[in-house]
């Protein structure tokens, strides 16, 4: 269906989204 389809792709964005702050707070942190 339509809404899970759409569902599916918010939680892949999100999930994508919290790896990135992930791998920036990773990096940064020693950094400051």
């Avoid at 569902?7 to 920036?24: A, H, I, M, P, S």
């Amino acid at each position: 269906m339509k809404t899970d389809r759409t569902d599916t792709e918010v939680l892949q964005y999100g999930r994508n989204q919290r790896r990135k702050e992930n791998l920036f707070s990773r990096h940064l942190l020693p950094l400051i």
